[in-house]
């Protein structure tokens, strides 16, 4: 499993995402920060974890209701995204394929700092997916993880352990 987001060079994702492919390998993208993806690139994701915003600004579609989301990441899954994963915050994650929609609910929990939340979230998806839970059980542990993360002030320093996520699970 290969993770790889947008702060390096496109041309980077590009390659890597061309490599995943041609090697089996899954690739997984978060947008961010949000830029347009082509439709070669598009083709290469097996699972993308955009956030709201960069769902409406990859889509080109509204994402105000959860009916909005679905349809703005099946539009994506129409371009060959494999499944997309909505990140919603404090509602969860909407996980959309060609087969399934689920909604997966996030923990309630007061936010201090957002700062790491997706980065936990995408961390914490690929570990689970490595050790090979299902897509719906790595997706609720993301979500409890960056559950956690959003409570605490800065970086590197709000990321949960693995204890601390099945304890509070």
């Known amino acids: 499993i290969v993770l790889c987001q947008l702060e390096i060079p496109m041309e980077t994702v590009l390659r890597v995402a061309d490599m995943c492919r041609n090697a089996g ?3 997984v993208l978060n947008p961010a920060p949000a830029q347009m993806l082509s439709d070669d690139l598009l083709k290469n994701i097996d699972i993308l974890t ?3 915003i960069e769902l409406a600004q990859l889509s080109g579609m509204d994402t105000d209701s959860v009916a909005d989301i679905e349809s703005a990441a ?3 899954c129409e371009k060959g995204v ?5 990140t919603l915050g404090a509602d969860g994650c909407l996980i959309v394929n060609k087969e399934h929609v689920v909604q997966v609910p996030a923990h309630n929990v007061v936010a201090v700092d957002t700062t790491a939340a997706g980065d936990v979230f995408n961390g914490v998806l690929v570990a689970g997916l490595a050790l090979g839970n299902s897509l ?7 979500c ?3 559950a956690i993360a959003v409570t605490r002030k800065g970086a ?6 693995r204890q601390e996520v099945d304890e509070f699970a």
């Open 25 to 27: 390998t899954i690739f």
């Open 50 to 52: 955009p956030n709201e």
């Open 74 to 76: 099946r539009s994506l």
């Open 82 to 86: 494999g499944t997309v994963i909505a």
């Open 136 to 142: 719906e059980d790595a997706v609720g542990v993301a």
């Open 144 to 146: 409890t993880a960056s």
């Open 156 to 161: 590197i320093s709000s990321i949960p352990s």
